[in-house]
C-alpha cells in the first residue's frame, strides 16, 4: 500500500493507537454512557497494521454482507459509489505488488477491469476474479525468479554508480520484460549492497538474494484465492478513509497487544510502506528514542539478534519483521537504518529492549530565564509526551500538569511554553480537563456522528443557546486558583496529533495561547470505533465521527495552523493527513465559544496585531541562527534528493559512520536526542519573552 497501517514494535505505553476513553474515575454517569456509546475504543493518528492472514470463515459469500456493514457504520460514506469501487480496486493493487517489481503496467489494467466486479455489488459474491488474479501473480512470481537467476549469473558485478527509485509513487509500472529485468537489476544491487556493508561476503550475498525471490514465489503460491478474500476486504475497507480498516483474528491480536502496558520492545510505532518497514513514531521513554539517533520516517532494512549476522527485511511481511524485533527485557537488536536527508545514509543502532520507562512519558517542567536591561524573566517550559492516564485513575496527565503549575506558580514564572510538538494523542477526557487547566470554563471540544448528532465536551457548563440540540457532557469545573492565566505559548509540529491538536485548538480558537511551530499540526479530526463482527468475520475499525474545535472548524485535513512559524525539524512534507489516501474533506459546525452566565476570565486574550509582530520578529530571529539555517538548508538538499539511493552514498555514509559502530554514551545519546529539538524549544521561549515585553502584551492576573 501507499502508506502502511503502523502496528508497535514495543511496550507501547499511552500510544498513538490508545483508545480514546475516559478514565473510569471521571466516567461515570452520562459521562460513562457517552463514551461507551460513541468513544468505545476511539485510535489516533495513523493505521493499525493490514494483515495478510486469512481471517476464519471470511468467505466470499460473506463479503457483499462485510461491505455493506462498513458503509452502514461510516461517518460519511454510506453509498457503494464508482469513486469507491475504483479505490478498492487500486488498495488492493498495491497491497499484492506494493514496490511495483511484480507486476506489469498491462496487468494492472487487466485487474483494474476484473476486480471491479469483486466489489460492484452488495447483493451477491462475485469471486470469480480472484482466480485470474491468482495465476497471474504466479506467473510473475516465477518470471521474477528466472530474471534474477539471470541477472546473478557468474558474470554479475555491482555497478557502483547504479541508482534506484524508491519512491514507488514516482515510479510507474514496468511495460517490458527488458523494463522489469532492469528495475530488478537495480534493486538485487541495492539488497546485496545493503548485505555487503553489514559483513555478508559477495558469494553469500547472491545465495541471500536468490533465495529472497524462491521465498516470495512459495509465499505467492501460498497466497491462494481464499486468503484473497481477506486482501479484499483489507482492500474495500481502506478505500473508505485512511482509518478505517479489516481486522482479522491475528491482526485483532496485535491490536490487543498494542494496548497493554506488558509488552517489551524497542518503543517504536512501525509502518510498512512500498515493501519498507518505516518508523512512524518514537515513544517517549522506549529504547529507539533514548539513543537520540533514529527520526520519523527512518527506514529499517535490515534486524540483527544479539551476536547474529543482519537479515535484510526489505519487502519482508510488517508482522514479520515486529516479531524479529520484538523480545525479551534486557536483550539486544541491531537495526540497521536507511535515511534520506541532505544525503542518503546507512547506519546500525543497537537497542536495549525494555520496557518503557514510565517516567519518561510524565509530564516534566523546566525553567529558562531571559535577561532585559534591568530585569531578569523566568520562563516554565512542560513537556508533554502523550496525554496519557490509567481506567484506575493512578496515572493522569491533567493532574501531573496541575501540580506543575502549582510548582509553576511557586517558582513565580512570568509565562509558560506547553510542548506538543512530539505529542500524537491520547486520552481525549485528559486533553479536555487539562484545556480547562488553561481556559476555565468552556466548551474543548465537539463530536459530530453520522447522524448528525453533536455532542459537546466542556469544563463546566457550555454557552449554547436553548434552541440548540446539541448535547453538552460538562466536566467538573476547575478551581479558578488552579488555573494558570498567564502569558502561554504552545509549541506545535506535523507531528502533533489528535488529542494534542484538540488542546492547541481550542486554546487558538479562545485567544488564549499563541500556537507556534510547523506550518500546521497532523490535521487528524476523525474517530474510530472498533466492533467485533458477526460470524467470526473478524473486527471492523471504522470511522464514525468528527471532531470539531470552538471555534467550529474541524482539525480534519488542514489540523491547527502556527500563529508564528518555525522551520520543519526535519523533512515531513508527507507527514499529515492530506498525505493519505482518501483523506475526509473537511467540516465546519457552529461555534460553541463561550460560557454560560457571567463567567469571566483571569486572562485577557491575545490581540491579533501582537501575533503578526511576534510573527515578524520570530522571522528576522530565525534568518540569523545559525541552527535554524543549517536546518533549512538540509531539508532542501533533502526534498531535492527524495526518493533515489546511490550505492556510493551508501558506502560513504558507512565509511563516515565508522561502519555503523556507534561510540556514544548513553548519556551522549539521550543529549543528542534533546539537542534536536533545542532550537524550536529555544525560539518558542524567545516568541514568550517578545509577548511579555511587548507593550501590548496580555497582563497576567495569576497569583504571584
Not at 30 to 41: E, H, M, S
Not at 165 to 175: F, G
Not at 194 to 206: M, P, R, S, W
Not at 560 to 569: I, K, T
Request: proline residues 4%; contains cysteine; glycine residues 6%.
Amino acid at each position: 500500500m501507499a502508506m502502511g497501517n503502523p502496528t508497535s514494535a514495543t511496550d507501547p505505553g499511552n500510544t498513538p493507537n490508545d483508545p480514546y476513553q475516559e478514565r473510569r474515575a471521571t466516567c461515570d454517569g452520562r459521562y460513562g454512557a457517552f463514551f461507551q456509546k460513541l468513544l468505545v475504543f476511539l485510535l489516533v493518528v495513523l493505521l493499525l497494521p493490514v494483515s495478510s492472514s486469512e481471517a476464519e470463515n471470511l468467505s466470499c459469500s460473506r463479503l457483499p454482507m462485510l461491505m455493506g456493514t462498513y458503509l452502514a457504520n461510516h461517518y460519511a460514506m454510506k453509498n457503494l459509489t464508482g469513486d469507491i469501487k475504483t479505490h478498492a480496486v487500486d488498495q488492493m493493487i498495491k497491497s499484492l505488488d506494493p514496490s511495483k517489481t511484480l507486476l506489469y503496467a498491462s496487468d494492472v489494467e487487466t485487474f483494474s477491469d476484473s476486480l471491479r466486479t469483486l466489489f460492484a455489488s452488495l447483493q451477491t459474491g462475485n469471486c470469480t476474479s480472484l482466480k485470474q488474479v491468482y495465476d497471474v501473480l504466479i506467473a510473475r512470481a516465477r518470471e521474477s525468479e528466472a530474471m534474477i537467476r539471470e541477472i546473478l549469473g557468474s558474470e554479475y558485478r555491482i555497478d557502483e554508480s547504479a541508482e534506484l527509485l524508491i519512491d514507488v509513487n514516482k515510479r510507474p509500472y514496468v511495460k517490458t520484460a527488458d523494463e522489469k529485468r532492469a528495475l530488478l537489476r537495480k534493486v538485487v544491487q541495492f539488497q546485496i549492497e545493503n548485505d555487503l556493508l553489514a559483513g555478508v561476503d559477495f558469494a553469500e550475498a547472491k545465495k541471500k538474494q536468490l533465495h529472497r525471490y524462491e521465498l516470495q514465489t512459495m509465499r505467492v503460491v501460498e497466497r491462494n484465492p481464499e486468503k484473497l478474500i481477506t486482501s479484499a476486504a483489507e482492500a474495500f475497507a481502506a478505500a473508505l478513509d485512511p482509518h478505517t480498516s479489516y481486522l482479522s483474528s491475528e491482526n485483532f491480536t496485535d491490536l490487543q497487544i498494542h494496548m497493554q502496558l506488558s509488552l517489551e520492545g524497542i518503543g517504536a510505532v512501525l509502518s510498512s510502506d512500498n515493501g519498507f518497514t518505516v518508523i512512524e513514531e518514537l515513544m517517549p521513554g522506549g529504547g529507539a528514542e533514548r539513543t537520540g539517533r533514529l527520526k520519523p520516517k527512518d527506514k529499517i532494512i535490515a534486524v540483527a539478534q544479539e551476536g547474529d549476522k543482519p537479515v535484510n527485511v526489505i519487502d519482508m511481511d510488517l508482522r514479520d519483521v515486529i516479531k524479529m524485533i520484538r523480545g525479551k527485557k534486557g536483550t539486544q537488536v541491531t537495526l540497521t537504518i536507511l535515511r534520506q536527508e541532505e544525503r542518503t545514509y546507512r547506519f546500525d543502532i543497537t537497542i536495549m529492549r525494555d520496557k518503557i520507562d514510565i517516567k519518561e512519558q510524565e509530564a516534566k517542567i523546566t525553567y529558562v530565564t531571559r535577561q532585559a536591561k534591568d530585569k531578569l524573566y523566568r520562563f516554565g517550559v512542560i513537556d508533554l509526551p502523550s496525554f496519557y492516564g490509567d481506567e484506575k485513575g493512578d496515572k493522569s496527565c491533567y493532574q501531573d500538569v496541575k501540580q506543575l503549575l502549582a510548582e509553576a506558580r511557586a517558582q513565580h514564572v512570568d509565562g509558560l511554553v506547553l510542548d506538543l510538538s512530539r505529542n500524537t494523542g491520547g486520552l481525549l477526557g485528559e486533553a479536555v480537563r487539562l484545556s480547562g487547566l488553561f481556559l476555565g470554563r468552556g466548551g474543548v471540544v465537539a463530536v459530530k456522528d453520522s447522524r448528525d448528532q453533536v455532542t459537546i465536551l466542556a469544563n463546566g457548563p457550555a454557552a449554547i443557546t436553548p434552541d440548540d440540540n446539541r448535547e453538552v457532557i460538562a466536566f467538573p469545573t476547575e478551581d479558578p486558583d488552579t488555573v494558570f492565566t498567564g502569558p502561554l505559548v504552545v509549541l506545535t509540529s506535523r507531528l502533533s496529533a489528535s488529542a494534542s491538536e484538540i488542546v492547541a485548538g481550542a486554546l487558538k480558537d479562545y485567544h488564549r495561547a499563541v500556537i507556534v511551530g510547523s506550518d500546521h499540526t497532523f490535521g487528524k479530526g476523525s474517530v474510530q470505533s472498533l466492533t467485533l463482527l458477526p460470524r467470526d468475520l473478524g473486527n471492523m475499525k471504522v470511522t464514525t465521527a468528527l471532531y470539531f474545535l470552538p471555534g467550529g472548524k474541524s482539525t480534519q485535513k488542514t489540523g491547527v495552523e502556527a500563529d508564528v512559524r518555525l522551520p520543519l525539524w526535519f523533512v515531513l512534507q508527507d507527514v499529515g493527513e492530506t498525505a493519505l489516501d482518501y483523506s475526509l474533506p473537511a467540516q465546519e459546525i457552529a461555534p460553541f465559544l463561550g460560557r454560560r452566565g457571567n463567567h469571566r476570565p483571569g486572562w485577557k486574550p491575545l490581540d491579533p496585531a501582537l501575533l503578526s509582530k511576534l510573527a515578524t520578529k520570530s522571522k528576522a530571529r530565525i534568518a540569523k541562527d545559525e541552527k535554524f539555517i543549517e536546518i533549512i538548508k538540509n531539508n532542501k538538499e533533502a526534498a531535492g534528493k527524495k526518493g533515489i539511493i546511490r550505492i556510493a552514498d551508501l558506502r560513504k555514509a558507512v565509511e563516515k559512520e565508522g561502519a555503523g559502530k556507534i561510540k556514544e554514551t548513553p548519556a551522549e545519546l539521550r543529549k543528542k536526542a534533546r539537542d534536536q529539538y533545542a532550537p524550536f524549544v529555544n525560539e518558542s521561549v524567545n516568541v514568550l519573552y517578545d509577548m511579555v515585553t511587548m507593550k501590548s502584551a496580555p497582563h497576567s492576573t495569576q497569583p504571584r
